[in-house]
């Protein structure tokens, strides 16, 4: 049973750009959370999704970022106009039941 | 502002012993907490989940949750270099998870 997937691992974007970062949840896994991760910070909680709608978006800024989790395909996590400040590692986990969750690998985002 | 409050460490034990790790929260009505282990450069992994006071065994791992005393705790006992890594410890509140900072624990062959 393959794990929550997130790609790409590592991904350089200059200042503007977008970056567009995906997650596939393990299998069966309905619930998707979105965090992002500073040096020497603990996870921050961004979004939480099920198929095709969100649930908790409170976390994340409201401009510049949105995310979706369509009925078909991984979700998805983009960032518009990337700042300096939006380089972090940005982790996505799933869960079957809201409760225990299990993260992917992560993707590192530096604005260059 | 909810807050989960963690010693960060480093917490530095001998191969054999027992590593204590504390946690305290803020919000009285969370019910449900969790532990992870990060080893450093990769994601955090699923320890335990306590929902209930009192302890909770698996394996090695002993999670001790007081709800009246807002904390919860993490034994590991015979500890071993391998578990050497962060550990964080999470709090659901309603949609969201509030997670620590994390405690650094480094085991000594």
């Given at each position: 049973n393959a794990g929550v997937m997130q790609n790409p691992r590592h991904l350089v974007r200059r200042r503007g750009q977008e970056a567009r970062l995906r997650c596939s949840p393990m299998k069966g896994h309905s619930h998707v959370y979105w965090y992002r991760q500073l040096p020497e910070e603990g996870l921050k909680f961004m979004v939480y999704l099920q198929k095709e709608n969100i649930i908790d978006e409170s976390g994340m800024p409201k401009e510049r970022f949105s995310a979706e989790f369509p009925k078909e395909g991984p979700s998805i996590l983009r960032i518009q106009q990337v700042v300096r400040g939006d380089s972090a590692a940005y982790f996505c986990a799933s869960s079957p039941n809201s409760y225990e969750q299990y993260f992917g690998p992560g993707t590192r985002l530096t604005v260059t | 502002q909810k807050e989960v409050e963690q010693n960060s460490g480093p917490l530095s034990v001998p191969e054999g012993a027992i590593a204590s790790l504390n946690c305290t929260y803020?919000?009285?009505?969370?019910q449900s907490f969790f532990w992870y282990r990060q080893y450093s450069g990769k994601s955090p992994e699923l320890i335990m989940s306590i929902y209930s006071n009192g302890d909770k065994e698996d394996g090695r791992f002993t999670a001790q949750l007081n709800k009246a005393s807002q904390y919860v705790s993490l034994l590991i006992r015979d500890s071993q270099p391998s578990d050497s890594a962060t550990y964080l410890c999470a709090v659901k509140e309603g949609n969201q998870f509030y997670f620590g900072t994390g405690t650094s624990l480094t085991v000594i062959p």
């Open positions: - | 803020s919000d009285r009505v969370s």
